[in-house]
């Protein structure tokens, strides 16, 4: 016996008939990761369609959730179909929800730092909105940010003819956003 099944003939048919009907019902729910992962993609291209996030930040967020939600369901499935063949449906149901879990968060982290380095965006968007304001990069150094706002600060000062005082506070929340993140 090993953990409690008998590897006779008719049990090991019984045993391999449980798994599959185990991998079967965790399979059913994939229709729940497509309706996620469709609404990610057409709520990342509404904020690109309104300029919200660059066509960049929404192409890295799709492929994100492409490969977290396609790396949950690998690992559900694995993990159902390991849980299921040690213990039986409670530990198909425990191993596919683990297993999901473990193998979505971690591709998730990775992902997210991979998709940042090849898209070559700082690590969110309202950093990446920071950024444009001051019309730097985000690997720019310490004082090109800095004069970057104050050419920007001379010009757009309310005191100044052509100054704001939206984009003038647009442009002091932008230099604390960079300044916080850099620190």
Not at 59 to 80: L, P, Q, R, T
Not at 143 to 165: F, I, M, T, W
């Amino acid at each position: 016996t090993w953990l409690g099944f008998t590897m006779g003939e008719r049990s090991l048919t019984q045993y391999y008939d449980r798994a599959g009907k185990v991998v079967s019902f965790v399979k059913k729910y994939h229709i729940l990761d497509a309706a996620k992962l469709t609404w990610q993609a057409i709520s990342n291209i509404k904020q690109w369609w309104k300029g919200e996030i660059s066509g960049a930040r929404c192409a890295k967020n799709i492929v994100d959730s492409v490969c977290s939600i396609g790396a949950g369901i690998g690992g559900g499935i694995g993990g159902a179909a390991l849980g299921g063949l040690l213990l039986g449906p409670a530990g198909a149901f425990v191993g596919g929800l683990a297993g999901g879990a473990a193998a979505s968060s971690t591709t998730a982290i990775l992902v997210n730092h991979l998709t940042t380095w090849i898209f070559d965006l700082p690590k969110d968007a309202a950093l990446e909105k920071a950024y444009k304001c001051l019309g730097v990069h985000h690997k720019s150094e310490n004082d090109e940010v800095n004069r970057a706002y104050r050419r920007l600060a001379l010009q757009c000062h309310p005191d100044k003819p052509n100054g704001s005082k939206e984009k003038w506070l647009e442009l002091n929340v932008s230099l604390q956003i960079i300044t916080e993140a850099r620190a």
